[in-house]
């Protein structure tokens, strides 16, 4: 089972940034992909961004151009740059981790962004 250290929510207006961090605890099995995904009030849950272990990365079209997401392999910590952020933006991020046994979800951390 993975374990999560997740942060760097909190409230911000609209314009400004942000940055997450997942750290994800040594398991026996490598972790493939790690990412952040999305989910608002009454809406399902939604891809932000994705990056392999190769550093290939996925976004979701909401957030292309404004954020990136990096990963730090040898400590299993994926972290997300937010910029230009949008009332839209607002949810709930959860740190995504994917290996051979399995998806692995976090706890949540909490993004607000005012107008």
């Known amino acids: 089972q993975v374990q999560f250290v997740e942060s760097g929510g909190g409230l911000v207006q609209s314009g400004g940034s942000l940055r997450l961090t997942c750290a994800a605890s040594?398991?026996?099995?490598?972790?493939?992909?790690m990412g952040w995904y999305r989910q608002a009030p009454n809406y399902q849950r939604v891809l932000v961004a994705v990056?392999?272990?190769?550093?290939?990365?996925i976004y979701g079209d909401s957030v292309k151009d404004r954020f990136t997401i990096s990963r730090d392999n040898a400590k299993n910590t994926v972290f997300l740059e937010m910029n230009n952020l949008k009332p839209e933006d607002t949810g709930v991020y959860y740190c995504y981790v994917n290996t051979i046994a399995g998806d692995s979800w976090g706890q949540g951390t909490q993004v607000t962004v005012s107008s």
């Open positions: 040594r398991n026996t099995f490598s972790i493939y992909r």
């Open positions: 990056i392999t272990n190769s550093d290939n990365t």
